[in-house]
């Protein structure tokens, strides 16, 4: 079965400790992997799309890569207004659908 | 540029009650999709079409059903409500032609079945 799998489920850091964020993915097909922020009470957020492995995209503290089986979200300093949850998903040859993972909680400390 | 706009934004509902979600998107997107999201269990797909007059079935399909009559609007019709069904229900939209691009969300709406 296709499955999107995120690590770590929480993660707190202090502000300008840099760390990375693991979305792994077991896929018939990669069609699309995409990378969302959530706020609370609010709708996902879109961030990047990254289409094949090697790829890479930059915004601002933020930067996703891309391997076959898995993609990191860079967090070079981070900033007490980049805590949020960040959703990975993914796309998969002959679906319709995104399959989402469940999550990392992030939270930067002043 | 308003994107994709649901209504409403919380709702109680009582066991056995019915209600529309609403929701209109003003991007002339093809795709849209109804989620549902539940806390520790991501985002599941309940509906999605692909443009007007096609609907089909996500993950979680059971009691719920959808139209899709204009490009604009996506409604979700809950039948019947049950407890099982409160949870935080997103509608999105995308654009697909020959590469897949990414999905614009709602703000969501809290619905909660006492």
């Known amino acids: 079965e296709d499955q999107v799998t995120q690590s770590p489920e929480a993660l707190r850091l202090q502000e300008g400790e840099s760390s990375s964020l693991n979305c792994s993915y077991t896929v018939s097909g990669l069609r699309g992997l995409f990378w969302y922020r959530q706020d609370p009470g609010k709708g996902p957020e879109f961030l990047f799309t990254?289409?094949?492995a090697g790829e890479e995209k930059e915004k601002e503290r933020l930067k996703a890569t891309l391997t076959k089986k898995e993609s990191f979200l860079h967090i070079t300093a981070p900033k007490p207004e980049d805590s949020a949850t960040y959703l990975c998903a993914v796309h998969f040859s002959g679906f319709q659908k995104l399959v989402f993972g469940t999550g990392t909680r992030l939270l930067v400390s002043p | 540029n308003a994107g994709v706009t649901q209504t409403p934004k919380f709702r109680i509902l009582k066991i056995g009650q019915s209600m529309t979600l609403q929701c209109t998107q003003d991007m002339n997107h093809n795709y849209m999709y109804w989620y549902r999201q539940d806390p520790g269990m991501g985002l599941k797909l309940i509906y999605y079409s692909v443009g007007a007059g096609i609907t089909d079935k996500g993950e979680v399909p059971n009691g719920y059903n959808v139209s899709r009559s204009t490009t604009e609007d996506f409604p979700l019709r809950l039948e019947l409500a049950a407890p099982s069904q409160t949870s935080v229900y997103f509608c999105?939209?995308?654009?697909?032609?020959?590469?897949?691009?990414?999905?614009?969300f709602g703000q969501g709406t809290r619905l909660t079945v006492v």
């Open positions: 999105a939209s995308s654009y697909r032609d020959s590469k897949n691009t990414e999905a614009f």
């Open positions: 990254l289409y094949s």
